[in-house]
């Protein structure tokens, strides 16, 4: 079956920090990979996503980045957080939209 | 620009009766609508579906309502429980994009 792995679950950094979120999927091969962030009456704000592997498409400028190294691995990324990138990041995946994505549980981030 | 909208931040409901959440969408070229719920730190779950091509799809207590003309759809909760306490987001697709654009959630509460 099918899992997808997100860590940490939890993280408080400083403004100005780098930041580096791993997203991992398994159990699938080739799925298409998100980045998503809840932000406080935003809903869910897909930041990132990826249909193979070095394929990046950005839906906001923003002060982060994504790369996917390998198939089933997919980074979200800052050289220095700002105050404004404190969220809640999801990442996803999917084989198509038709049966829907499947989230990983989280990373609650706090830039203080 | 919010592509999917959900008005209503929030709704509160008794144990037993009906819950209605609603949802509102721009982009005409979106042809699959999803549920999702999300608790508190973890990442949503799909809850139901509904292509473009039908105005109604059931599933145990869940029914979902399309009205393309309106671009409105409604998530219909027959009895609400109080586990069915959550954020429930709604989310469109235009299956050639193969992303999903998510509304801003409605927070339903159920009450004993």
């Known amino acids: 079956s099918q899992t997808i792995h997100q860590w940490p679950a939890t993280l408080v950094q400083p403004v100005g920090s780098p930041l580096s979120l791993e997203c991992t999927v398994e159990?699938?091969?080739?799925?298409?990979l998100y980045w998503y962030r809840q932000a406080a009456g935003r809903g869910l704000q897909l930041l990132f996503y990826?249909?193979?592997?070095?394929?990046i498409s950005s839906e906001v400028p923003q002060n982060l980045s994504a790369s996917r190294p390998q198939d089933r691995q997919f980074i979200l990324s800052s050289k220095k957080l700002l105050l404004s990138d404190s969220g809640f990041y999801l990442c996803?995946?999917?084989?198509?939209?038709?049966?829907?994505?499947?989230f990983g549980s989280g990373t609650r981030l706090t830039v203080v | 620009d919010q592509q999917v909208k959900q008005n209503s931040p929030s709704l509160s409901v008794q144990e037993g009766r009906i819950s209605i959440l609603n949802c509102d969408y721009t982009?005409?070229?979106?042809?699959?609508f999803l549920w999702y719920k999300k608790y508190p730190a973890e990442g949503p779950t799909f809850l139901i579906s509904?292509?473009?091509?039908?105005d109604k799809n059931e599933d145990g207590r869940f029914t979902v309502f399309l009205n393309k003309s309106a671009k409105h759809l409604s998530l219909h909760i027959v009895p609400s429980q109080p586990g069915d306490s959550a954020v429930y987001f709604c989310?469109?697709?235009?299956?050639?994009?193969?992303?999903?654009?998510f509304g801003t959630g409605t927070r339903l509460q159920v009450f004993p």
């Open positions: 989310a469109a697709s235009a299956l050639v994009t193969d992303k999903l654009i």
């Open positions: 159990g699938t091969s080739n799925p298409n």
């Open positions: 996803a995946w999917s084989v198509n939209s038709l049966v829907g994505y499947t």
């Open positions: 990826s249909v193979g592997i070095g394929q």
């Open positions: 982009n005409s070229m979106f042809d699959y």
């Open positions: 509904i292509s473009s091509i039908k």
